[in-house]
């Protein structure tokens, strides 16, 4: 009856066609040998030329962006080298929905190929709650680490940032979540965020997963290790978390998770 009941509602909505160009959607279909229903929506979503609309459906590689072009990238990566180095004990802090998930199972996958000395935590919704908290820092001392690693939170996590300085404890946020209205970032190490209001990576749509990964090819080349075992691990975690966060399938993200799906 459920389903009845859903047909019948669909079969009475008032369905909003979006306004698009004609003349536009003719040059489309003509041009790239398209059906024209779907030179329709292309044109409709924007799409102004032969270049842009091959770009869209071929999901070429060259448009993956250098994971360094993300703000602080450089910086979380050598202090992490710095950590692994020195065998210095890092705590990563997680996040319970799918993508936050994802991004911790990414980074303990290459913290484990590049033998750093770690632990890690997938935080529970109703005891811990969302985001990097003080108690996050207790626990990172607790566990007799010196660096604080967060995937998928911490972009607004000012007062942890101060207590863990405090405390003497490092921090390093990734993280893909926007920023406080007036731009500021925690003041920690580094904030590796496309959506920071300073960012020149180019495009904010990144879920937390694909952060965590492009700072793992980061940090992996700067150590010399094998990036395509890198990718070759981890690429259907960012297309996992990509999707069940709901990010744009749009730009690299349709890369990613077409070749993740693989």
Not at 254 to 259: G, K, M, Q
Request: hydrophobic share 40%; proline share 4%.
């Amino acid at each position: 009856s459920g389903r009845g009941s859903v047909h019948k509602n669909m079969k009475n909505a008032e369905w909003i066609l979006k306004d698009f160009d004609r003349e536009l959607s003719a040059e489309i279909a003509e041009d790239c040998e398209l059906p024209r229903p779907i030179a329709n929506v292309l044109a409709g979503r924007g799409f102004k030329n032969k270049a842009q609309v091959m770009e869209f459906i071929e999901k070429p590689t060259t448009i993956i962006r250098n994971p360094r072009l993300l703000p602080d990238c450089d910086k979380a990566v050598q202090r992490i080298k710095k950590a692994i180095e020195n065998k210095e004990k890092i705590y990563i802090w997680g996040d319970y929905d799918v993508d936050g998930i994802t991004s911790t199972a990414i980074v303990v996958t290459c913290f484990e190929m590049f033998g750093a000395n770690f632990v890690f935590k997938v935080p529970n919704r109703f005891d811990d709650g969302y985001d990097i908290k003080r108690h996050s820092v207790d626990e990172c001392i607790k566990a007799d680490c010196t660096l604080l690693m967060s995937v998928d939170c911490g972009i607004v996590a000012f007062d942890t940032a101060v207590y863990a300085k405090e405390k003497g404890i490092d921090v390093i946020i990734t993280d893909h979540h926007t920023p406080s209205d007036d731009g500021r970032i925690p003041d920690c190490v580094a904030v590796v965020n496309p959506s920071r209001h300073d960012s020149e990576y180019g495009f904010s749509g990144l879920c937390g997963a694909t952060v965590a990964f492009k700072l793992m090819l980061a940090l992996g080349k700067e150590l010399g290790h094998d990036l395509n075992e890198i990718i070759s691990e981890c690429l259907e975690l960012v297309a996992l978390g990509t999707v069940a966060d709901v990010a744009p399938m749009l730009d690299e993200n349709r890369v990613l998770v077409h070749r993740g799906c693989k």
